[in-house]
């Protein structure tokens, strides 16, 4: 796989660093930190899917939707232990993900992206619907459990969780898997023509995005502790994935963590200065810009950064 | 002089301490919807009278807001925000229906004593009657929609049914929350207690542009009026109606009507059309302490909504109310306490010598006689007529075609006749 001593180094800083936070930042500032974990890890989720193999999905949050739905349904309305609700959530999940597949096998590009968008939008009707009385109809479900109570216990968990995606992906991205679905993303015909699956590879792809998805989606629910349509399958919600990744880096690890953070932290610091709507056109426009400016993402400015800074040590 | 110097350092630090001393109040809502904004400043301006006047146990009152932009994980944000960031003693809060539900938790969680004075959702009340310990600190100055509903019925029966003879209806309803939510408590009841049958039932998209082909529909099923339920893209419905010159009467729940804007939001393409709407409301005559808050109202603030909504009036008497009972409890940090204080506020608030408005609370197992059931820490209202108790749950408001507005029911507040539109024939 490649591992160098500085790799264990940077995980080791980044994951000693994470988790003493708590006891130098106050508690508003974890609870943003949570919102950015969960961020990075649907931001992960679908970088593994659209960044590597170049199926852009715009219905992620249908994925996201069914992990969140299936634990919370089996706990308040069942009464199943968090501990059986959110495994069989993320069973329920990566089946969704092979639903999502299917489509991939035919076609890609913008036919893709739509057939994904119309299973978000399929969702959101069906959860207002179908049983309303177990999904909560449109006004969704409050007083669902919650698995810690206060910042710094959410934030552990949140940040545990977001690390071991994040580790877990990394490694696996390190492997002649990952290097054939980033080939995927680059000519799919070549890697079909190398004598590769390439229909093995994508479901593959699927299938981790939909764990990491349904993962992300079950512990975000029990961490709300409520759960709602109108938010969960908005097209607002699934730019903003797709934002915290290209924003980030797409097909690298650290870069949709650094891009969930940015934007969590930049529209929560804004928010005394520009308490209304305002803080939204702002927060858009520093992205667009920043995206404009270098399209390859915050990692590749601290990449160059970096460069600069050891070349200036050189010299 | 070295003593000198840490007396001076001191009292230093004692004054900055004591000016330090406040009450933070926060805000959760809309920053961008007439309602949010009627919460807001009802609230300013209560925390200003009350800060005039010396302020709470000495204390001056400082008030932060946290917009939610009406999306329920935003709400969630927010509430965390005032609870962490800005360690709000209390918070007010103009959010809607999935909102509320959406920061309760976090409300659980931190039990910070929050009243919310726009959403009417009956779920909420019932998570109190289930679980009364954790739900302590929530209290709801607005009559719940069950309430609103059933005296809706009311009106259906005494006005649609009896005075125009109506005997079927269409229900056109706007795919929401809200939406689903009136149209099952109508539905329920209007065939039963009032004997108008619901010929069927059309849901609409919130983004819908064109209602002809949906007009049309409601007129192939030969009711005799249609009920109207819209709390999103009211002003489209209401203003197509009205140009289409739509062949029958339209009532229900119409959330733009609530407010002033409403006549110039629909390009003057408004009259004809009746709502239901919380008290006060447009065309609702004040007693003098809340024409007095609307004198205020409209000295200070020159954009819209000029006359605020509903819950501007519950944000603004049920403030002073929080503060009375944080006085009476010594403050908020003894939430049962406080909690025991806020039920026994109760504002009667009068007009020509008789109860007009109530800010009070139901009693937690007092039964109210027309529902019977219970209403633990909703705002108290009556149901049956003469409302000496309290202030009915809800008026049906009517738009004229000259652009002005009136109560039509019930009929001790009626400033106004209910009336059909000029190109609707009895």
């Not at chain 2, 200003?48 to 009406?70: K, P, R």
């Not at chain 2, 909420?124 to 209290?139: K, T």
Request: charged share 15%; hydrophobic share 45%; glycine share 10%.
């Amino acid at each position: 796989m490649g591992l160098r001593w500085f790799h264990y180094v940077l995980w080791g800083g980044l994951i000693s660093g994470m988790f003493l936070l708590p006891q130098v930042v106050s508690n508003g500032t974890l609870r943003t930190m949570i919102f950015a974990n969960y961020l990075a890890i649907f931001a992960i989720s679908w970088d593994v899917l659209s960044g590597r193999t170049g199926y852009v999905s715009f219905g992620h949050p249908f994925l996201i939707g069914i992990g969140a739905y299936t634990t919370a349904i089996l706990t308040k309305r069942f009464d199943v232990p968090v501990e059986i609700s959110i495994p069989v959530a993320v069973v329920v999940t990566m089946i969704a993900g092979l639903l999502v597949l299917l489509p991939a096998l035919r076609i890609r590009g913008s036919y893709f992206a739509l057939v994904t968008l119309a299973f978000m939008e399929l969702l959101y009707q069906l959860v207002q619907v179908i049983r309303p009385d177990l999904t909560g109809g449109t006004r969704g479900m409050s007083g669902i459990q919650t698995l810690t109570r206060g910042a710094a216990n959410g934030y552990y968990l949140s940040t545990a969780l977001m690390l071991s995606v994040a580790v877990s992906m990394w490694l696996l991205m390190k492997t002649r898997i990952g290097t054939a679905l980033a080939a995927i993303g680059m000519n799919e015909e070549s890697v079909r023509g190398s004598g590769l699956s390439t229909t093995r590879l994508k479901a593959f792809a699927f299938l981790t995005s939909a764990l990491i998805a349904g993962l992300g989606g079950a512990f975000y629910v029990h961490y709300l502790g409520s759960l709602a349509p109108r938010a969960l399958f908005d097209i607002n919600f699934l730019f903003t994935i797709i934002v915290a990744a290209l924003l980030g880096g797409t097909s690298t690890i650290i870069g949709p963590m650094i891009g969930a953070f940015f934007m969590t932290f930049l529209l929560e610091y804004l928010r005394p200065v520009l308490p209304g709507a305002e803080r939204y056109f702002v927060y858009g426009a520093i992205a667009l810009l920043l995206y404009m400016y270098q399209p390859k993402g915050l990692v590749e400015l601290a990449q160059r950064g970096f460069q600069r800074l050891r070349k200036g040590g050189l010299a | 002089m070295i003593k000198t110097a840490l007396l001076s350092g001191t009292c230093i630090a004692l004054m900055a301490s004591a000016a330090g001393a406040e009450i933070k109040v926060g805000f959760i809502g809309s920053l961008s919807s007439d309602t949010g904004l009627s919460t807001l400043r009802g609230a300013e301006i209560a925390v200003e009278e009350l800060n005039a006047n010396g302020g709470v146990m000495g204390e001056q009152i400082t008030l932060v807001s946290a917009d939610t932009g009406q999306d329920p994980t935003e709400g969630i944000r927010a509430y965390e925000y005032l609870a962490e960031t800005e360690e709000v003693d209390f918070i007010i809060s103009g959010s809607i229906d999935d909102v509320s539900l959406g920061w309760l938790p976090r409300m659980q969680e931190y039990r910070i004593p929050t009243l919310d004075t726009w959403t009417s959702y009956i779920g909420i009340i019932d998570m109190v009657v289930e679980d009364p310990d954790s739900m302590a600190p929530y209290f709801m100055n607005i009559a719940s929609d069950e309430a609103l509903a059933t005296l809706y019925i009311n009106f259906g029966a005494d006005v649609l049914k009896e005075k125009m003879g109506w005997d079927s209806v269409v229900i056109l309803a706007e795919d929401t929350a809200f939406g689903e939510a009136i149209t099952g408590l109508v539905t329920e009841a209007l065939a039963p207690v009032a004997g108008i049958e619901v010929k069927e039932i059309i849901t609409y998209d919130v983004a819908t542009v064109d209602f002809a082909p949906i007009f049309s529909r409601a007129q192939d099923t030969g009711a005799d009026f249609i009920y109207q339920v819209s709390s999103v893209n009211s002003q489209v419905v209401s203003s197509q109606y009205v140009k289409l010159q739509v062949p029958m009467a339209m009532t229900g729940v119409n959330v733009a009507a609530l407010g002033m804007e409403y006549w110039e939001d629909t390009g003057g393409a408004g009259g004809g059309i009746s709502t239901l709407s919380p008290v006060p409301s447009v065309g609702f005559r004040l007693d003098p302490a809340s024409q007095e808050f609307v004198d205020t109202y409209q000295a200070k603030y020159d954009s819209r909504p000029l006359l605020p909504h509903f819950n501007g009036f519950n944000a603004y008497h049920g403030l002073k109310q929080a503060m009375a009972a944080a006085e009476e409890a010594g403050g908020f940090d003894n939430v049962e306490g406080w909690a025991e204080a806020m039920k026994k506020q109760d504002l009667v608030l009068e007009l020509d010598g008789q109860l007009w408005l109530r800010y009070a609370f139901w009693g937690d197992d007092e039964v109210e006689p027309v529902t019977g059931r219970t209403y633990p820490h909703n705002i108290r209202f009556d149901l049956s007529e003469p409302f000496d108790d309290a202030a009915p749950s809800m008026v049906v408001v009517q738009w004229y075609e000259d652009g002005t507005a009136a109560v039509v029911y019930p009929e001790k507040y009626a400033t106004g006749e209910f009336t059909l539109p000029s190109w609707v024939k009895q």
